[in-house]
């Protein structure tokens, strides 16, 4: 169900300060760079969506973000670049995230997350019949894997999956590679688990501290923009998300997934999560086809212009497909 969007994006300042570091064409600038900002109600969440209306485009393509970054962040290195090749696109800021303002502030899980995308997806189903692609940066690349397992499951695929990374938490050396320091890798999964077992799931957890936040860009000045924003780099999250982020299994294995094609989209200067760390992951998907391409020069959060110019070629034509 659509309803007024919770806020707009007009009346914050960070993202429009994160695109000083952009390429000139790809900053918003004028009133028709921007999309239409609309809200979603999901169980009592107001959802914040953003969309790229292209009624003539052959499919649609899903922004999710990932535990650093948020849906009008997505839009400046994607959905208004393709939209500007003809192809419709959906950004959402999941809850917690960007301007979507959950009914229970310290009571949502990484479970929900996955279960309001699978249901935006249904959304944009009964909006019409266009094959659906998912793209996700950072731990929206797998997110977008659990989604697309799901209608997997369900006998209705989407039609694609695309992501910066592939990281299943479940592995000690992803958990070790990704944490702030080895031994929030080793021992802070645990330590979630146990808070949220004894009840005190909903305690506030900055992602600064959990996650090596610090290598979600690579220039300094842009990371200390993105750090002080509050709904992406700066924010915090309940214990009760990071315990089922981590712990989170798949609908279906990657040995056994066959919903569609995928893509790893990978920056080639990530300092968070190289691309070893997915590739472990997408080794197991053998039953349909999986690419890789390299982001020359990008950041976790590709900023850079070689790597934002490849990477809008490549997710055009692999939609295009």
Known sequence: ????????????????ELQRFMPPEYRMTTPEDLPAE????????????????RPDSPVKVL???????????????????LAQRGIETVAVDNLGYGLTKPAHPRGYSYDDWVDLVVDLVEAERRRDDRPIHIYGLSAGGMLAYQVAARTQVAGKPVAGV??????????????????????MGKYGGKAAELTTKLGAGWWPMRMTIASKMSALLNEPEA????????TSAGNTVPTKFLDTYLNYVPAVEPEDFTACPVMLAVPGADRWSPASLSMGFLERI???PVEVVTLPR???????????????????EFVRR
């Open 63 to 81: 922004l999710h973000h990932g535990v650093g970054t948020n849906g009008r962040q997505m839009d400046l290195i994607l959905g208004r670049p």
């Open 38 to 53: 609309e809200g979603w109600d999901w169980r009592g969440n107001n959802v914040h969506l953003e969309r790229y209306v």
């Open 1 to 16: 169900m659509t309803t007024p969007p919770p806020s707009s994006y007009a009346d914050q300042r960070a993202w429009q």
């Open 162 to 183: 695309i992501g910066l990374s592939f990281l299943d938490q479940r592995e000690s050396v992803v958990r070790e590679e990704t944490a702030r320091f080895e031994l």
């Open 286 to 288: 053998t039953q349909v």
């Open 223 to 230: 990371l200390r923009v993105a750090l002080r924003d509050k």
């Open 298 to 316: 990008g950041s976790h959060l590709p900023v850079e212009k070689p790597a934002l110019d490849t990477m809008v070629d490549a997710v055009e």
